[in-house]
């Protein structure tokens, strides 16, 4: 068999192996009252990818090349991640990158570490070193025991492959290559069972439960200790359940779960595209924009999960992490004892408290991204406040509006971006949105489209009086504080921490659960990582619609014993 | 007096005393860039530039002894040799020789190591009365002194205007520099300490009396990716006692920076190309920019060797390729130097200078400080 001829032969495998997910992915439709919501199918997000890698072949895993992009609906890519499919182009780039993985675990350099056992001839297939290996990464893969017949189809491609090429290596690298484009690696697709404790109800099954689970808290794949309790059961028992996610939520990987969860709500995948314009802010630069999204996730971690804080508080606290190159930009004095010409430290830093800075949002990543390109924008600022931490709609601006004025910098007569939205106001078309945004983020207007502190704009002073929900402050500070104290922020997160771990919108059904989560989470007040605990100790949260026939019959599942099964 | 006029009169001397001085106020820069204040007219040099570095090799040569003919030909056979890969240093004749064109007791030695020991090329230097600067020795129609074309202030010492002000390379403008400072400042401003400059007054937003004190940092300047200085940064002050006398006193005055008691000033640039920078009489006068930068000069005596050697960087390929024969500026630099006389060399061992600077806001802490916690 020629080599072009063999990875055809792979590629069929994989395309026959996933061929059902493909046509699986349709976008998830609310349940009618009283169902329970559909488990859904979601395709790994690029950072989940990267931390799988990571978790089962080492960091030295070089990823080159680029996936296909997250999408986001209802505000979270973790809900877009339920609805996409894979482009054609999409999935020669996920091949690609999966040869280059392959390619880099099988090589001289790596190969002793990473594979279990060393084939008897080097030129020869070793069916028992493949499997060995194969069955292994597979599980870890594939978040779930391979099936006998995947098993066997991969161990006996790259057997076939070792003897045509004359290389175990090469064969092992092109089974292992064909599993990581395959669909079962790439989406991560939750099978439903009967309920057997509860009549008439349905769940996702048990290694599912683990994925959800350990993506959900750690933002990647269980490990062999849960996969064990998927296996025996014990992650269907309430104490087991209760068992695992106390383990979890006490492992240092918890905040790799917690920085996933807020860089979805907090729409922290448009920094790295987030452009300024240099002339008006030449210290913004890539450095900056990574350092600020670190910044804030740093600053969560450590309220939500080191000291194991109160949610509201990331609204207002003053301390925080920074680096040299974000410390220049916030015009605070942060000094580095590494030797001269040594990189950029993370030092805690703590905000005076006439600086006007405290909590999330002044800090750069919400300033920034929520601003134009050459200046900062109220309006911006307010919707992305009330759209992200308060989980309100603000409707999109009506056709043909003229933002002549507002856009306009240079009038003399509108000095500062109050003027100009005032005067811009005066349409009563716009008034009704801008009075919904402008007073939010009217108190933030002393820090300029990059982020950094200004007390004047044009010369004149600026003025930072604001109001939310009846709440009036007169500085970005108040702002924080507003929002500390306002009951839908903590709704909001609630909520959106619940879609983030079903990968869809919650359902009717599911409301009074929800419920029940807020007065909960009140109840440790406002604990996130209670919050977390308590949502993945649900029987609710694994709760899931009957099975479309067409869906389950597609993806072969094995059960617990590792035998295949349509489940129903 | 009655008793309550005596009452309200302790009270106010009580808090007179208890208020004390108003608290003091420092603001701190970091310099960005940095090159020699010359400013080009068409009148500078009037017998024409110093040639090309070929025609100056040509007459290094006449001057040793070659004949025209053997000095053309030594000068064409080192150009025909041009970019062969063979070519090796043991073979090149002609860089032997320039290298070597000084003399010690008959015997050729390294002449931009002895500079003084080679026959004066007598390079051109400039003319004319324009040149910016500072009045360093308060006579306002000293010979030789210049006037700011800007200001038409009078007694501006700036003599190494002269030496340089007919090298091609290093003729330019204030504003923008000349390709011979902007070269060398590139080339050593991503390595060497940060200039640091912090001033102290009461209010810094109204004029009145300020010390000015010039250190070193730790660090190097910080740039954005437009090569423009990055405001802000943090920058730790080298303890070393050498920069610590480099205090001042001086003002703001009408949006100016400026040293009103000149003192002396040592630094350090890059410890390759500009190892010891120091000037007596240090002044300074520097504009303080819209967006809180500064821009201005910093002038005074500064000694002629620390010019030579920073400059010269000795070595032929750096004469070759900045077109200055560097002998040949060491004597310019010993002929128009101006202060500072000493007898055994029977010239003077500084030369009034001027450069230009420019400065963004920076943050200076002690370099002591320990706040390294993760």
Redesign the interface.
Known sequence: MSRKALMVGVAGLVVAAGAGAFFAFTPHKAAPVGEAGKAVTRRLTNDQYANVIAEVFGPSIELSGRLEPDTRANNLIEVGAGQVSVSSDGMAQYEMMARGIASQVVSERTRDEMLPCKPKAPKEADAACADQFLTRVGSLLFRRPLTAEEQKHYVTAAGESATTLKDFYAGVSLSLGAMLASPQFLFRHERVEADPDVKGEFRIDAYSKASRLSFFLWNSIPDDTLLAAAKSGELHTARGLNRQVARMLASPRLENGVRAFFADMFGFDALPTLAKD?TLY??F?NVTVRDAEEQTLRTIADVLVSKQGDYRDIFTTRQT?LT?TL???Y????????P??GAD????YEFSENSGRGGVLTHLSFLALHSHPGRSSPTLRGKALREVMLCQKVPAPPAAVDFALVEDTSNPLFKTARQRLEAHRTNPVCAGCHKITDPVGLALETFDGDGSHRDTENGAQIDTNGELDGIKFSDAAGVGRAVHDNPAALSCVADRLVAYGLGRMPVESEAAWREGLKQSFAAAQYKFVELMSKIATSPEFYRAAPPAPTSTAALSAPNQSGQTEVVR | MRWWKAVLLVSASLAAVSAGPARAETRSYVVTMFWHALETRDDDCPNGINPKIEVQYQKDLELLGYSKGEAAELIKQDGERGEDSNRGWETDKLGHILIDRARVGGKPVNAFMHPYATIDPVLITKTGKYAHGFNLDGKADAPGNFQNPDTKETGIDHQLARVFGCFENMRGTLKAGSAFWLYKWSSIKETMPAWTISVTGADLSKDGPVTISVGEAMEAVRYNGNGVGRPNMTYRQDPDPAFAKNVYEGEIKGGHIKITKPGSLYMEQDPLLFPVFSMEKFNADLRINPDGSLIGLIGGYQPIKEIYFAVASPSLESESNYAIDFPGMYYSLRKNADYNYDAKMQSNRNISAAYQIMAVPAHVAPATRNTVTN
């Open positions: 240099t030449p210290s630069d992490f040299q410390a220049s930009i015009n605070v004095e942060l000094v580095n004892d590494a001269n010409g430290m993370w030092l805690p």
